[in-house]
């Protein structure tokens, strides 16, 4: 939920051809290389470039032929980019079933205690104005920075619930994400991961996954599942 946008010039004559062209990825780079912010860990940004389509402008009062002639081709270029940090692991941070309210079937519902803290603000404070500064030095027009109020839960890649550790006393899942109290159980999404890098951890959780289905096998094998 943090970002900027704008407009970019002088590709009015281009459109992509064939498949969508892919987007932008930048690297962390702040807290590096002996840098120090007020906050630690860092960000990355994913973005891209595209068109504006036909519903850049569907306001009532257009009508006709010429209007919908116009709708027909691309509008102009834009570009924006968002920013993609860490939320520290918390032990404030959890996730409960609700002792007062249930679902549909009777089974109680997932109650959410969670907030991002001090690190995760102030780190968004650079995540927009980095983007806009980048934005403007690369020539784009008209560039606006956003922000919006951190609702944890409504991001990718979100993490925790279920974490992974040494002591069931203390985790939910053995180092082979393993359900410590139902050893047929395994848990090989973000849920195992107190939190992640700013990078995409879609592959950490394939890797999990192999490892886990190895060891699955080889318990089952064993008659131990």
Request: aromatic share 10%; glycine share 14%.
């Amino acid at each position: 939920g943090v970002g900027a946008g704008g407009r970019v010039e002088g590709f009015e004559d281009k459109y992509t051809f064939g498949r969508r062209a892919n987007g932008i990825y930048i690297p962390r780079y702040r807290n590096l290389n002996g840098e120090k912010r007020d906050y630690i860990r860092g960000f990355g940004y994913q973005g891209g470039g595209s068109r504006s389509g036909w519903s850049r402008d569907i306001a009532e009062l257009n009508i006709g032929g010429d209007f919908k002639d116009a709708l027909t081709e691309p509008g102009s270029w834009g570009f924006g980019m968002g920013g993609f940090g860490e939320t520290l692991p918390y032990h404030e941070n959890k996730i409960t079933l609700d002792k007062t309210k249930k679902d549909k079937w009777g089974l109680p519902i997932l109650a959410f205690d969670v907030e991002c803290k001090d690190n995760e603000r102030k780190m968004r404070i650079d995540m927009m104005n980095d983007a806009k500064e980048m934005l403007e030095n690369a020539g784009v027009k008209d560039v606006k920075s956003y922000t919006t109020d951190p609702v944890l839960g409504r991001g990718i890649h979100e993490m925790g619930t279920a974490r992974m550790g040494r002591d069931p006393k203390s985790s939910v899942l053995n180092g082979n994400n393993q359900v410590w109290d139902a050893k047929n159980v395994f848990v090989t999404d973000g849920a195992a991961m107190a939190s992640s890098a700013c990078q995409n951890p879609s592959l950490t959780y394939m890797a999990l996954t192999a490892r886990a289905v190895d060891f699955a096998v080889k318990e089952l094998k064993k008659g131990n599942i």
